[in-house]
C-alpha cells in the first residue's frame, strides 16, 4: 500500500484537489468560497497555517537538538528533517496566501509602513529570517561545512522559538480565551510533537523506500513523540479544568465549546482520542518491528490538525457582544469550513509529499545518511 | 454605471486573479488594482447639491433632501426645513434611496400571454398598452352599459389626485380606497363626537394612553418621534403583544382582543362617578351629558375587569392619572382602526373620554388639525347617461364616504353580480390581494373581471392576476403634485424628480394623459404639465413654488395657533355624548358595548399591526429592508407553545376557516396566552417578488372577511385559527 | 490640546426603539453592501425578558467605539488601521491586506470585510461628513436623537455636557481600549 508509487499518486490527486481549491478561491472570490463570517473571520487556513508552521518549527528543533547536544539519532537525519521543515514552511505559506487578499502588500506595506506593535508584523519577519536561516543551513549541510550549518541551525532554533512563541502570543493578545501565558509553551510544545508524527513518518518511509536502516532515529521519535504527547495530555488537562472551574465568562464559555458545545466531537474524538489515547496506546505497543508508530503518527497528526482547529474556532465561537449571553447554548456561533477551505489543506499536504519526493532526488538524498 | 453589481464583481475577481499570478510571477512590487478610497477624496459634494423632495415609502411623506453625485443616488437625508418629520428618515425612508435600482421593478409595460395568475407576459410599448387599456374599457363600458361597470381602486399618494380626477372625468361612482381597510371607523367615531377627527399634541402632553396604536412600530410623523425625543411623563401601552411601543411604556396592559370598549367605558363611569371630569369644560362645549351619566352607570370597572382582563383596580388607577394630569392628558386616537366588531363605537368612546376631562384644542391635548389650502386646476365633468344610478355597495352602510367607498362589502357586490355587474378594474398604488382581507376572495373577484390593469411599480400580487401591467416611475424619478398634509402644524410639499426615470417608465400623471385619449373620454381633464399645475396650486401663496423647489416645503408665515375652541361641526355644534344622528340611523345613540366571541381552546384570535422595516404589504421585497428581516414568524406564547409542543424556530401552520399559512414560531412571552400575530407583507404570490414569493405567510390569505356596517371598516382581529406543529 | 479634537458619541439607549434607521442610512451614506454581515452599526434587540406580563426589552445601538487605547490599532501588521489626530479610527484600504486580525482583536464585532472595497471596514464616524461640518448619518437619521455627537475637548459640546451630566458607562471597560461611545 505504502508503495513509493501510491504514495505519488495520492499525493498528486491532493495537490489537484489544493489548485481545485485556488481556482475555486480566485474565481468565485474569498467571500463566496470560504465559510467565514464576520464574527468568525479565521477558520481551517488559520488552522492549516498554524499547523504546518509547527511541523516545520517541531522538524527545525529535532534537527537542531542532534546538531545542538550530538545526538546521534536525530543529527544523522538532520539535513532531511530541515529540508522537510523547509517544505513544510512552505505549505504554511501558499495556505496562508490563498487566505491572504492581498499577500503582496503585506510584503510591501510591512517594510514601507511596519508596526511593531504588531504580532502579526514579527510573525511575517521571524518567519522570513527563519525561511532564510533554514534555507542557508541546509545549503551548507549539503556543502559538507557542518560547522556552519551548525552555527545557523543554533540561530534558527532561536529564531523559531522566538516566532513560534510569537505565534501564541499573536493569538493571546486578540481574545480572552485564548490569552494566557501558557500559550506560548503551549505551542513549542505541540510544535515538537509535531515535528515528532511526521518524523516518524518520513523516517519510516525512507527506511523502506530507500532501504536504509534508520531503526535507531525512528526508536527515538516514537519516545519523543509519546513524552511530547504526554506533557500535551497534561497542559490540555489543566487548561480545560482551569477553565471550567474558575475563569472569566469567555474563557469558560470558550472551553466549553470544546467540552460540551458544538466542537465537543472535534475536541473528545480528534483532539482527546486521536490525538492522544489512541497514539499513546499504539505507540506502547509498537516496537521496531512493527508499523504501529507511523499509524500512531498518523492518528496524532490528524488530532494535532484537530487540536489547531479546535483552538482557532472555539476562540471565536463565543460572539463578543454581550447580549447574546443569554442562551448561550442556542447561541454559539457556527462554522463549517467550506470544500474550498478543506481543499487548500488537503492540497498543502499533497506539495508537501510531491515536494519532498523531488527534493530529495534533486539533492540526491535518497541514500545519504548525513 | 456605478453600482452595477454584475460588472463589479467581475472587476473584483478578475482583480483577484490579478493580483495572484502577479504574486506568483512577480513576487512583489504589484500595483493596487482596486480600492474604494475614502469617500472625501472621491467627492466634491457641497450642500448645494442637495435636491428637495419628500419620501413616498409611507403616508407620512417626510421630508428629504437628495444626495445626488453623477445621477446617482447616494442617499436620501432628512430635510431639517421639514417640521412634520422633524428632521428624521426611518429605516424605510433611507432604504428608499436604492428603490429605483431595483432588480425587481416593472421595467416597461407588459401584457399578459397566459392564464390570469401563469406569471406569463409579453413587453409592450406603451403607445400598444395604453391602446389596448383604451379599448378594453370602452367596451366593458359598451358591453354593460354603464360607466360604473369599470371599478378604480387606489390607496393616498401624490399622484392619487390624478387618477381620482380620471375616474371622476370616465364617470364611475366606483372609486374604492384604502380608508375601510384602515381608520375608517376611527374617523367616524371621533367625528361623531368632535365634528372632525383630531391630532394628538403628542410633544406637550404629560400622560398618553395608546390602545391598540403601535407608534414606534407603525410610524406616524410627528407623534412617533415627539413620543422618544420629548416625551410624555408617562406612557401606557394596551396591546395584546408586547410591541416595541410596549417596551417603551411605563405600563403595559396586554388587553383581551376586542375589548377596548369596556375599558374605555369604565373610564367614563370612573370619571363621572368620581367626579374627575372637567365640569365646566364639559357645561359649555357638550351636549348630551345627562343621559351619557345614566347610560354609564353599568359600564363599572368591575364589569370591565371581566371583559378586558385588566384588574378594575388597574383601570381606576388610570382613569385617575388620566384626569390629574388633564388636559395634558391624551387617549390616543390611533390610526388604523380595523380591528374587532365593537370598534367604531370604541373610537366614540376614546372621545368621550377626552373630551370629559376638557382635553380637546388645547396644548397637550387632542387637537383639531389644520389644513392649507391649495387651488385645483377644475374641469367640468360630463354627465354620461349609460351608468348606474349610484355606487355598487349604496346603501350598505350606514356611514358610507361617498368617494372612497367600503371594501369587503363591495368585493361581495362584485362576486354576488348585484345590483349591476362590474367587469373591469383600475388599479393604481393599491395591493387589495394583500391588503383586503380573504386573498381568495380577491383572486376570485380579479379573475371575475373582463378586464383587469394595474399601475404599480413593482409585480405586486395584485398586478400578478393583472391583463396590462403598467409600470410607473418612482417616487424619486417624477413630479408630484403639491400636497397639503394636515395637522397640528400644517405644511405643503411636493415631488421633483432627483434622478430621470432609469426604465421606460411613466408617472400616475402621463398614464391619465395617455388613456384620456385611448379611452375616448368627451372631457380632458389633463390639459397642462405637471409643473403648471404644481404652480396653479400654490399660485395664492407668494413664493411658495420656489420654496417647494428650493427647500421641498412650504408653510405659510400666518398660520393661527392650533389651540382654542374653533367650534364643532356636529349637528348640536357641540361635543356630542348622545347623538341623534346615530339614533336616526337605527344606531345606538351613545356607544353600547356588545361581548365579544369567546376563544375556544385550541384556537387563538389572530391580529395584525405594523413593522417599523415596512410599509403593508410594499417594502418587504425592498433590497436593505429585507436583509433586516427576511421573513416573518408567528408569536406565540411560551406556556402556549409548551402546551402544543412548539420550540422556537419550529415550523408551524396557522389555519383559519378561508386559508392557511406555514411559517417559523416565535415563542415568547411578549403575547397574550389567546392571541398571535405576524408580521404583514410576506407569503406573496408574485414571483415577481423574489425575497417574498413563498417565504412566510400571508396575512390576507387566512384574514376572514368580517366588516362592520357603521363605517364600512373591515375588522381583522375577529378571525380565529389554530396552530399546529409542521416539523422542528 | 490645541485645537486638536476628540470626538465622540453619547448613545442614550433609554430612547432608542429599535427602528433601524441609524443602520440602513450608515449602509447608504457609506456604500456598505447590502448583507447581513456587512453592517457599521447595528441595534441589538434585546431579548424579551421576564414571564407575561411582566416583561422588558432593551435595544443596544452600537459601531465602532474608537478606542483611545484600540486593540485593532496594535495589531494591524501594515499600519492600514491607525488613530488620526482628531481620534478617528480609520482604515487604509490601500494598505490593508485583509489578514483579520484587527476584526479577531476588536472586542465589540465592530469591523468586517467590506465587498466594496474588498478590504476591512468599519465605522468612519462619518469622517468625510465631519470634515463637511455636517453630523454623521446615523445621528442625523436619528428618530428620537439616541445618539449625540461631538468633541470631547470642546467642554461646551453636547456630548461634554451630556456627560457632565449623566451617569454613563462603556462597553467592556475591562478590555482596556478606552472606548469613545459612551452609554447614558
Ligand atoms: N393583512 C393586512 N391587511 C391590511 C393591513 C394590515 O395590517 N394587515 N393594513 C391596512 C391598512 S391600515 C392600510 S392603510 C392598507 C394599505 O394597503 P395598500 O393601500 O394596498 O398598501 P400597500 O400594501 O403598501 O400596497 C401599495 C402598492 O403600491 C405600490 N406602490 C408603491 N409605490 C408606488 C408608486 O409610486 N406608484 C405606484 N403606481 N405604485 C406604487 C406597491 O408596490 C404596492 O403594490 O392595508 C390594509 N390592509
Ligand atoms: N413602519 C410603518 N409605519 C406605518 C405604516 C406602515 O406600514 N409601516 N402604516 C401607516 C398606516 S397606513 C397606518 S393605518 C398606521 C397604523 O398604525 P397603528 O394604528 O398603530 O396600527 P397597527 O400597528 O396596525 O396595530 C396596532 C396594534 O394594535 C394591537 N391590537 C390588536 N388587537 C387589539 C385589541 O383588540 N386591542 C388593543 N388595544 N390593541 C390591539 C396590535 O397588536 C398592534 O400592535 O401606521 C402608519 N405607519
Ligand atoms: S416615516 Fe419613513 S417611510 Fe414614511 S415617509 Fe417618513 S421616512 Fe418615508
Ligand atoms: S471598537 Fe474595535 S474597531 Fe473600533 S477602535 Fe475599538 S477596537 Fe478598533
Ligand atoms: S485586516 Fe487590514 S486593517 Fe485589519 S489588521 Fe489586517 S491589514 Fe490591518
Ligand atoms: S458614524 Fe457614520 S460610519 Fe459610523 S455608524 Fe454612524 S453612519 Fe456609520
Ligand atoms: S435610529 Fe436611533 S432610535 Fe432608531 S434604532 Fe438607531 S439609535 Fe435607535
Ligand atoms: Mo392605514
Known amino acids: 500500500m505504502f508503495t513509493k508509487k501510491n504514495m505519488l499518486y495520492i499525493s498528486f490527486f491532493f495537490a489537484f484537489i489544493g489548485i481545485l481549491a485556488v481556482i475555486d478561491t480566485l474565481y468565485f472570490g474569498r467571500e463566496e468560497s470560504f465559510n467565514l463570517t464576520r464574527q468568525i473571520p479565521w477558520g481551517m487556513h488559520i488552522a492549516g497555517y498554524v499547523f504546518f508552521v509547527a511541523i516545520s518549527t517541531g522538524l527545525c528543533l529535532i534537527a537542531s537538538i542532534g546538531h545542538v547536544f550530538h545526538l546521534k539519532e536525530f543529527e544523522q537525519m538532520s539535513k532531511h528533517l530541515i529540508l522537510l521543515s523547509i517544505i513544510t514552511l512552505f505549505a504554511a505559506f501558499f495556505v496562508i496566501g490563498i487566505e491572504l487578499e492581498y499577500p503582496t502588500r503585506l510584503i510591501i506595506y510591512a517594510i514601507i509602513s511596519p508596526n511593531l506593535q504588531s504580532p502579526m508584523w514579527w510573525m511575517g519577519t521571524l518567519y522570513s529570517l527563519y525561511t532564510v536561516l533554514l534555507v542557508a543551513e541546509f545549503y551548507f549541510l549539503q556543502q559538507k561545512k557542518f560547522k556552519l550549518a551548525g552555527i545557523l541551525g543554533l540561530i534558527g532554533v532561536a529564531a523559531d522559538i522566538i516566532a513560534h512563541a510569537n505565534l501564541g502570543a499573536l493569538f493571546s493578545v486578540a481574545r480572552p480565551f485564548w490569552s494566557g501565558a501558557f500559550l506560548p509553551p503551549y505551542f513549542i510544545v505541540l510544535a515538537i510533537q509535531s515535528g515528532a508524527a511526521v518524523m516518524v513518518i518520513f523516517l519510516t518511509l525512507i527506511q523502506t523506500h530507500n532501504k536504509l536502516q534508520l531503526t535507531s532515529s525512528i526508536r527515538a521519535g516514537r519516545r519523543l513523540l509519546a513524552i511530547a504527547i504526554g506533557v500535551m495530555f497534561l497542559f490540555q488537562a489543566s487548561r480545560m479544568m482551569s477553565s471550567a472551574i474558575m475563569s472569566a465568562p469567555d474563557v469558560y464559555n470558550g472551553a466549553m465549546t470544546m467540552l460540551a458545545g458544538p466542537l465537543k466531537w472535534h475536541f473528545w474524538i480528534g483532539e482527546v482520542f486521536l490525538g492522544m489515547l489512541l497514539p499513546l496506546g499504539l505507540l506502547s505497543k509498537s516496537s521496531d518491528e512493527n508499523n504501529l508508530a507511523v499509524y500512531a503518527s498518523c492518528s496524532a497528526i490528524f488530532g494535532m490538525f484537530f487540536m489547531r482547529f479546535n483552538h482557532v474556532i472555539a476562540g471565536q465561537m463565543v460572539p463578543v457582544r454581550d447580549y447574546y449571553k443569554l442562551e448561550l447554548v442556542d447561541n454559539f456561533l457556527q462554522y463549517t469550513p467550506s470544500f474550498s477551505e478543506i481543499a487548500t489543506i488537503v492540497g498543502g499536504l499533497g506539495f508537501t509529499f510531491i515536494a519532498y519526493y523531488y527534493a530529495e532526488k534533486y539533492f540526491k538524498m535518497e541514500r545519504e545518511i548525513s | ?728 | 490640546m490645541n485645537g486638536k479634537k476628540r470626538y465622540a458619541m453619547v448613545i442614550d439607549t433609554h430612547k432608542c426603539f429599535d427602528c433601524k434607521a441609524c443602520t440602513i442610512a450608515c449602509k447608504m451614506e457609506n456604500g456598505v453592501a447590502d448583507s447581513d454581515q456587512e453592517y457599521r452599526n447595528w441595534v441589538d434587540t434585546g431579548e424579551i425578558i421576564g414571564v407575561f406580563p411582566n416583561v422588558s426589552q432593551k435595544f443596544t445601538p452600537g459601531q465602532c467605539n474608537h478606542c483611545t487605547n484600540a486593540p485593532c490599532v496594535k495589531v494591524c501588521p501594515t499600519t492600514a488601521t491607525y488613530r488620526d489626530e482628531n481620534g478617528f479610527v480609520r482604515v487604509d484600504y490601500e494598505k490593508c491586506i485583509v489578514c483579520k486580525y484587527c476584526m479577531i482583536a476588536c472586542p465589540y464585532d465592530a469591523r468586517f470585510v467590506s465587498s466594496t472595497t474588498h478590504t476591512v471596514d468599519k465605522c468612519t464616524f462619518c469622517a468625510h461628513r465631519v470634515g463637511r461640518g455636517e453630523l454623521p448619518a446615523c445621528v442625523e437619521t436619528c428618530p428620537s436623537k439616541t445618539r449625540t455627537f461631538g468633541d470631547l475637548n470642546d467642554p461646551k459640546s453636547e456630548v461634554s455636557k451630556l456627560l457632565r451630566e449623566n451617569e454613563y458607562k462603556v462597553l467592556k471597560p475591562e478590555t482596556g481600549a478606552e472606548p469613545n461611545i459612551f452609554y447614558i
Open chain 2, 1 to 728: 454605471m456605478p453600482y452595477n453589481k454584475i460588472t463589479r464583481r467581475k472587476f473584483l475577481k478578475s482583480s483577484a486573479i490579478a493580483s495572484s499570478l502577479f504574486l506568483a510571477f512577480a513576487g512583489a512590487g504589484i500595483p493596487v488594482l482596486f480600492s474604494d478610497e475614502p469617500k472625501e477624496q472621491l467627492s466634491n459634494f457641497s450642500a448645494n447639491n442637495y435636491i428637495y423632495t419628500s419620501c413616498g415609502i409611507c403616508v407620512n411623506k417626510c421630508g428629504v433632501k437628495a444626495h445626488v453625485e453623477g445621477g446617482h443616488i447616494i442617499r436620501l437625508e432628512p430635510n431639517p426645513h421639514f417640521p412634520k418629520s422633524r428632521g428624521m428618515v426611518c429605516a424605510r425612508g433611507n432604504a428608499g434611496a436604492r428603490l429605483p435600482y431595483s432588480a425587481d421593478r416593472l421595467k416597461f409595460p407588459l401584457i399578459r400571454v397566459g392564464e390570469r395568475g401563469e406569471n406569463k407576459w409579453r413587453k409592450a410599448s406603451w403607445e400598444e398598452a395604453l391602446q389596448m387599456v383604451g379599448e378594453n374599457l370602452n367596451k366593458v363600458v359598451e358591453k354593460y352599459e354603464n360607466r360604473s361597470a369599470v371599478m378604480f381602486v387606489s390607496t393616498e399618494g401624490f399622484q392619487e389626485e390624478f387618477f381620482k380626477t380620471f375616474a371622476e372625468a370616465f364617470g364611475s361612482y366606483n372609486l374604492l380606497r384604502h380608508p375601510t381597510l384602515c381608520l375608517s371607523s376611527n374617523i367616524q367615531g371621533f367625528s361623531a363626537v368632535f365634528g372632525n377627527y383630531p391630532d394628538a399634541d403628542v410633544k406637550n402632553a404629560k400622560y398618553i394612553i395608546f390602545t391598540g396604536s403601535n407608534r414606534l412600530e407603525a410610524l406616524i410623523t410627528p407623534d412617533s418621534i415627539d413620543l422618544m425625543k420629548t416625551g410624555p411623563k408617562k406612557l401606557v401601552v394596551i396591546d395584546p403583544r408586547f410591541t416595541k411601543t410596549a417596551a417603551k411604556a411605563n405600563e403595559w396592559l396586554p388587553i383581551k382582543v376586542g375589548t377596548d370598549l369596556a375599558f374605555a367605558l369604565a373610564m367614563i363611569h370612573v370619571l363621572i362617578n368620581e367626579n374627575l371630569y372637567n365640569k365646566q369644560f364639559v357645561e359649555e362645549n357638550t351636549f348630551g351629558f345627562e343621559e351619557l351619566k345614566i347610560h354609564i352607570q353599568k359600564y363599572t370597572p368591575e364589569w370591565a375587569e371581566i371583559e378586558t382582563e385588566i384588574s378594575a383596580d388597574k383601570i381606576r388607577q388610570i382613569t385617575r392619572e388620566f384626569a390629574e394630569n388633564a388636559p395634558k392628558s391624551v387617549y390616543y386616537p390611533g390610526r388604523r382602526s380595523s380591528f374587532s366588531k365593537n370598534d367604531a363605537e370604541l373610537r366614540r368612546a376614546m372621545a368621550m373620554v377626552n373630551a370629559l376631562v376638557g382635553a380637546y384644542n388645547v396644548e397637550g391635548g387632542l387637537v383639531q388639525t389644520q389644513k392649507i389650502k391649495l387651488n385645483k386646476i377644475e374641469f367640468e365633468p360630463v354627465w354620461y347617461d349609460n351608468n348606474a344610478d349610484d355606487r355598487l355597495e349604496a346603501g350598505k352602510v350606514k356611514f358610507l364616504a361617498e368617494s372612497s367607498g367600503a371594501w369587503i362589502p363591495f368585493r361581495n357586490a362584485v362576486l354576488e353580480e348585484k345590483p349591476y355587474p362590474v367587469k373591469a378594474m383600475m388599479v393604481y398604488k393599491q395591493n387589495p390581494v394583500e391588503s383586503v382581507p380573504n386573498r381568495k376572495k380577491t383572486i376570485q373577484m380579479m379573475k371575475s373581471m373582463d378586464f383587469v390593469c394595474v399601475i404599480d411599480i413593482e409585480m405586486s400580487d395584485t398586478a400578478y392576476y393583472a391583463d396590462v401591467i403598467l409600470p410607473e416611475s418612482t417616487y424619486l424619478e417624477r413630479w408630484d403634485p403639491a400636497h397639503s398634509l394636515s395637522g397640528i402644524e400644517p405644511l405643503v410639499t411636493f415631488r421633483q424628480p432627483v434622478i430621470q426615470p432609469l426604465h421606460d417608465t411613466k408617472s400616475c400623471f402621463e398614464i391619465m394623459q395617455g388613456l384620456t385619449k385611448t379611452c375616448n373620454l368627451e372631457t380632458n381633464p389633463f390639459d397642462y404639465t405637471i409643473q403648471e399645475y404644481i404652480q396653479k396650486q400654490v399660485e395664492d401663496y407668494e413664493g411658495a413654488y420656489e420654496s417647494l423647489l428650493n427647500k421641498g416645503v412650504y408653510i405659510p408665515k400666518n398660520i393661527p395657533s392650533p389651540y382654542g375652541n374653533r367650534g364643532f361641526k356636529t349637528q348640536t355644534k357641540k361635543i356630542e355624548f348622545y347623538s341623534d344622528k346615530y339614533k336616526r340611523k337605527g344606531l345606538n345613540p351613545m356607544p353600547v358595548y356588545e361581548t365579544v366571541t369567546e376563544i375556544p381552546e385550541g384556537k387563538f384570535k389572530f391580529t395584525v399591526g405594523r413593522h417599523a422595516f415596512f410599509t403593508h404589504s410594499s417594502t418587504q421585497n425592498m433590497d436593505y429592508l429585507n436583509t433586516i428581516m427576511k421573513e416573518n414568524v408567528l408569536w406565540l406564547n411560551t406556556e402556549k407553545a409548551k402546551n402544543l409542543g412548539i420550540k422556537n424556530n419550529d415550523l408551524v401552520k396557522v389555519k383559519s376557516s378561508v386559508g392557511e399559512g406555514i411559517l417559523k414560531a416565535f415563542v415568547t412571552q411578549g403575547i397574550r396566552t389567546d392571541t398571535v400575530f405576524f408580521v404583514h407583507g410576506f407569503g406573496s404570490k408574485s414571483k415577481g417578488l423574489t425575497k417574498t414569493h413563498g417565504i412566510g405567510a400571508s396575512e390576507a390569505e387566512i384574514l376572514e372577511d368580517h366588516w362592520e356596517p357603521i363605517s364600512g371598516n373591515a375588522l381583522m382581529h375577529e378571525t380565529l385559527v389554530e396552530v399546529t406543529k409542521v416539523r422542528s
